[in-house]
Nanobody, 127 residues
Framework: QVQLVESGGGLVQAGGSLRLSCTAS????????VGWFRQAPGKEREFVAT????????YVAASVKGRFTISRDDAKKTAYLQINNLNPEDTAAYYC????????????????????WGQGTQVTVPT
């Protein structure tokens, strides 16, 4: 079992930065692929970024590439999403997800590929 808790969201002015954290409990985090998703009001959940359990591979959605960076620190059982140059279109609830995988370079972009989800953290960028 893995429990995930996101933190670091808030209200940030356009052009600002945030670092979201996803802290896990349980022993399987170190062999789990991690993904970040977001959901804006009235919209479907959207894939943002994923990182393999080894940290050797990452993939960031084209829509946010260059502004979003995913990383992890397994000693702290925490994954991060660094968001730079925020704009109002980034306003959403951000969720992290994790799932054990065998391959140390495995990435997952589909939400249904994840077994565990956090409750989300809200990011608001006013217009």
């Amino acid at each position: 079992q893995v429990q995930l808790v996101e933190s670091g969201g808030g209200l940030v002015q356009a052009g600002g930065s945030l670092r979201l954290s996803c802290t896990a409990s349980g022993s399987i985090f170190s062999t789990s692929v991690v993904g970040w998703f977001r959901q804006a009001p009235g919209k479907e959940r959207e894939f943002v970024a994923t990182i393999s359990w080894s940290g050797r591979t990452t993939y960031v959605a084209a829509s946010v590439k260059g502004r979003f960076t995913i990383s992890r620190d397994d000693a702290k059982k925490t994954a991060y999403l660094q968001i730079n140059n925020l704009n109002p279109e980034d306003t959403a609830a951000y969720y992290c997800a994790a799932s054990p995988t065998e391959g140390d370079r495995t990435l997952r972009v589909a939400a249904d590929g994840y077994d565990y989800w956090g409750q989300g953290t809200q990011v608001t960028v006013p217009t």
